[in-house]
């Protein structure tokens, strides 16, 4: 068997090989850039260093506006998120306390005493409208 002659088809298959390892390298360095450029959007980073922290990765310069964008999107909609889940949670504690209270006075006969859940019914209300400032101030 002569061992210094090689079938074109394992040199194409080699190749190909190559090529698909560089593309995985290079997706899973833009998956490190935008990793790192969400955490410095999260941090409130200027551009700039988010520049230079994204070049230290290896990510090339026509590449960081769409990682950049990306990853301020990200943040964005991740913070609306979690205003919308803040917002849910107090309404819930609020109009919880709001049916406490109004069972406890339907259930209460006429010059009975009964609960009145304001606890509940204010801490609800807080979260409800913290949280929508958060949402409406949301930036990313």
Not at 29 to 54: C, F, S, W
Not at 58 to 71: Q, R
Not at 114 to 138: M, P
């Amino acid at each position: 068997m002569d061992t210094n002659t090689s079938e074109p088809a394992n040199a194409v298959g080699v190749s190909g090989m190559l090529t698909d390892n560089a593309i995985d390298s290079t997706e899973a360095q833009k998956g490190r850039g935008l990793n790192t450029a969400i955490q410095m959007v999260a941090d409130k980073e200027a551009e700039p260093a988010i520049r230079a922290a994204l070049v230290d990765i290896g990510i090339p310069e026509a590449d960081m506006p769409a990682i950049i964008t990306n990853a301020r999107k990200l943040v964005f909609d991740a913070k609306r998120k979690h205003a919308l889940k803040g917002m849910g949670i107090g309404a819930l504690w609020l109009v919880g306390g709001l049916i406490i209270t109004a069972a406890g006075y339907l259930m209460a006969g006429e010059g009975q005493s009964y609960f009145v859940t304001w606890g509940a019914v204010a801490f609800g209300g807080f979260r409800v409208v913290v949280n929508l400032f958060a949402y409406l101030g949301a930036k990313a």
